[in-house]
């Protein structure tokens, strides 16, 4: 099984829907981020959160919100999805790294979203 | 705001032609790290350099750091089909864990 899973895989929903992604880990990592990714533009950070008790915005975090509901799981929703949220979602985890700032990224295999 | 820039955006080369990779920024990062994307899967970890001026090299992949610690090149000799992917650098923005990402390098390498 994957370290990181992601569910679902693939979605296509209607503008104004209300749209979930859920992630989920095995590596026992404290930190967990939601990026999306547009052709072009690279991975650009949704939400991220370091704890069950903390929650912080990343730099597109507008029409988005997040629960982490334990170290293991944290959700991605769209509350009112709209089309130009149609991307691909990536979440990840991330280990400390030996030193300050060098923890490595671990992904899932991402969730691609299709707003119509 | 940090950012970090890549060039070229796209690069399609022969089989066993050589070719770099920039990744640029008009600020300091403590460290710097390349992955690798291929099709249907997420982002994998290449490398992490953090002293500024450091080269790293896994096989025929040669990774620099900038002395100022606001740029790095991946290089990439003889390359081959398999190096066909997205290749991306990212860092932790200063103060925080929170990593950001460059937009960047689609790789094609032909037979």
């Known amino acids: 099984d994957a370290d990181v899973t992601q569910t679902p895989r693939n979605r296509i929903t209607k503008t104004g829907k209300r749209i979930m992604l859920e992630c989920s880990q095995t590596?026992?990592?404290?930190?967990m981020y939601w990026y999306r990714q547009d052709p072009g533009l690279g991975l650009r950070l949704i939400y991220y959160?370091?704890?069950?008790?903390?929650?912080n915005k990343g730099e597109i975090s507008d029409g988005y919100s997040v629960s982490r509901q334990a170290q293991a799981k944290f959700s991605l929703s769209l509350e009112s999805a709209i089309p130009n949220q149609t991307a691909l979602y990536f979440c990840?985890?991330?280990?400390?790294?030996?030193?300050?700032?060098?923890?490595?990224?671990?992904f899932g295999e991402g969730s691609r979203l299709t707003v119509l | 705001t940090q950012l970090l820039e890549q060039s070229p955006q796209f690069l399609s080369i022969q089989e066993g032609e050589n070719l770099t990779v920039y990744c640029n920024s008009s600020?300091?990062?403590?460290?710097l790290q390349w992955y690798r994307q291929e099709p249907g899967e997420g982002p994998v970890l290449l490398v992490t350099?953090?002293?500024?001026?450091e080269v790293k090299k896994l096989k025929r992949l040669t990774f620099q750091f900038g002395d100022a610690r606001k740029d790095s090149s991946l290089h990439i000799t003889a390359a081959q089909p398999g190096d066909t992917g997205l290749y991306l650098c990212a860092g932790p923005t200063s103060g925080t864990y929170k990593y950001i990402f460059g937009t960047g390098t689609r790789l094609k390498v032909l037979a």
């Open positions: 590596k026992g990592h404290d930190r």
């Open positions: 350099v953090v002293t500024g001026g």
């Open positions: 959160s370091f704890d069950v008790k903390d929650i």
């Open positions: 600020s300091v990062f403590s460290s």
């Open positions: 990840a985890t991330s280990d400390w790294g030996l030193a300050e700032n060098t923890g490595e990224l671990f």
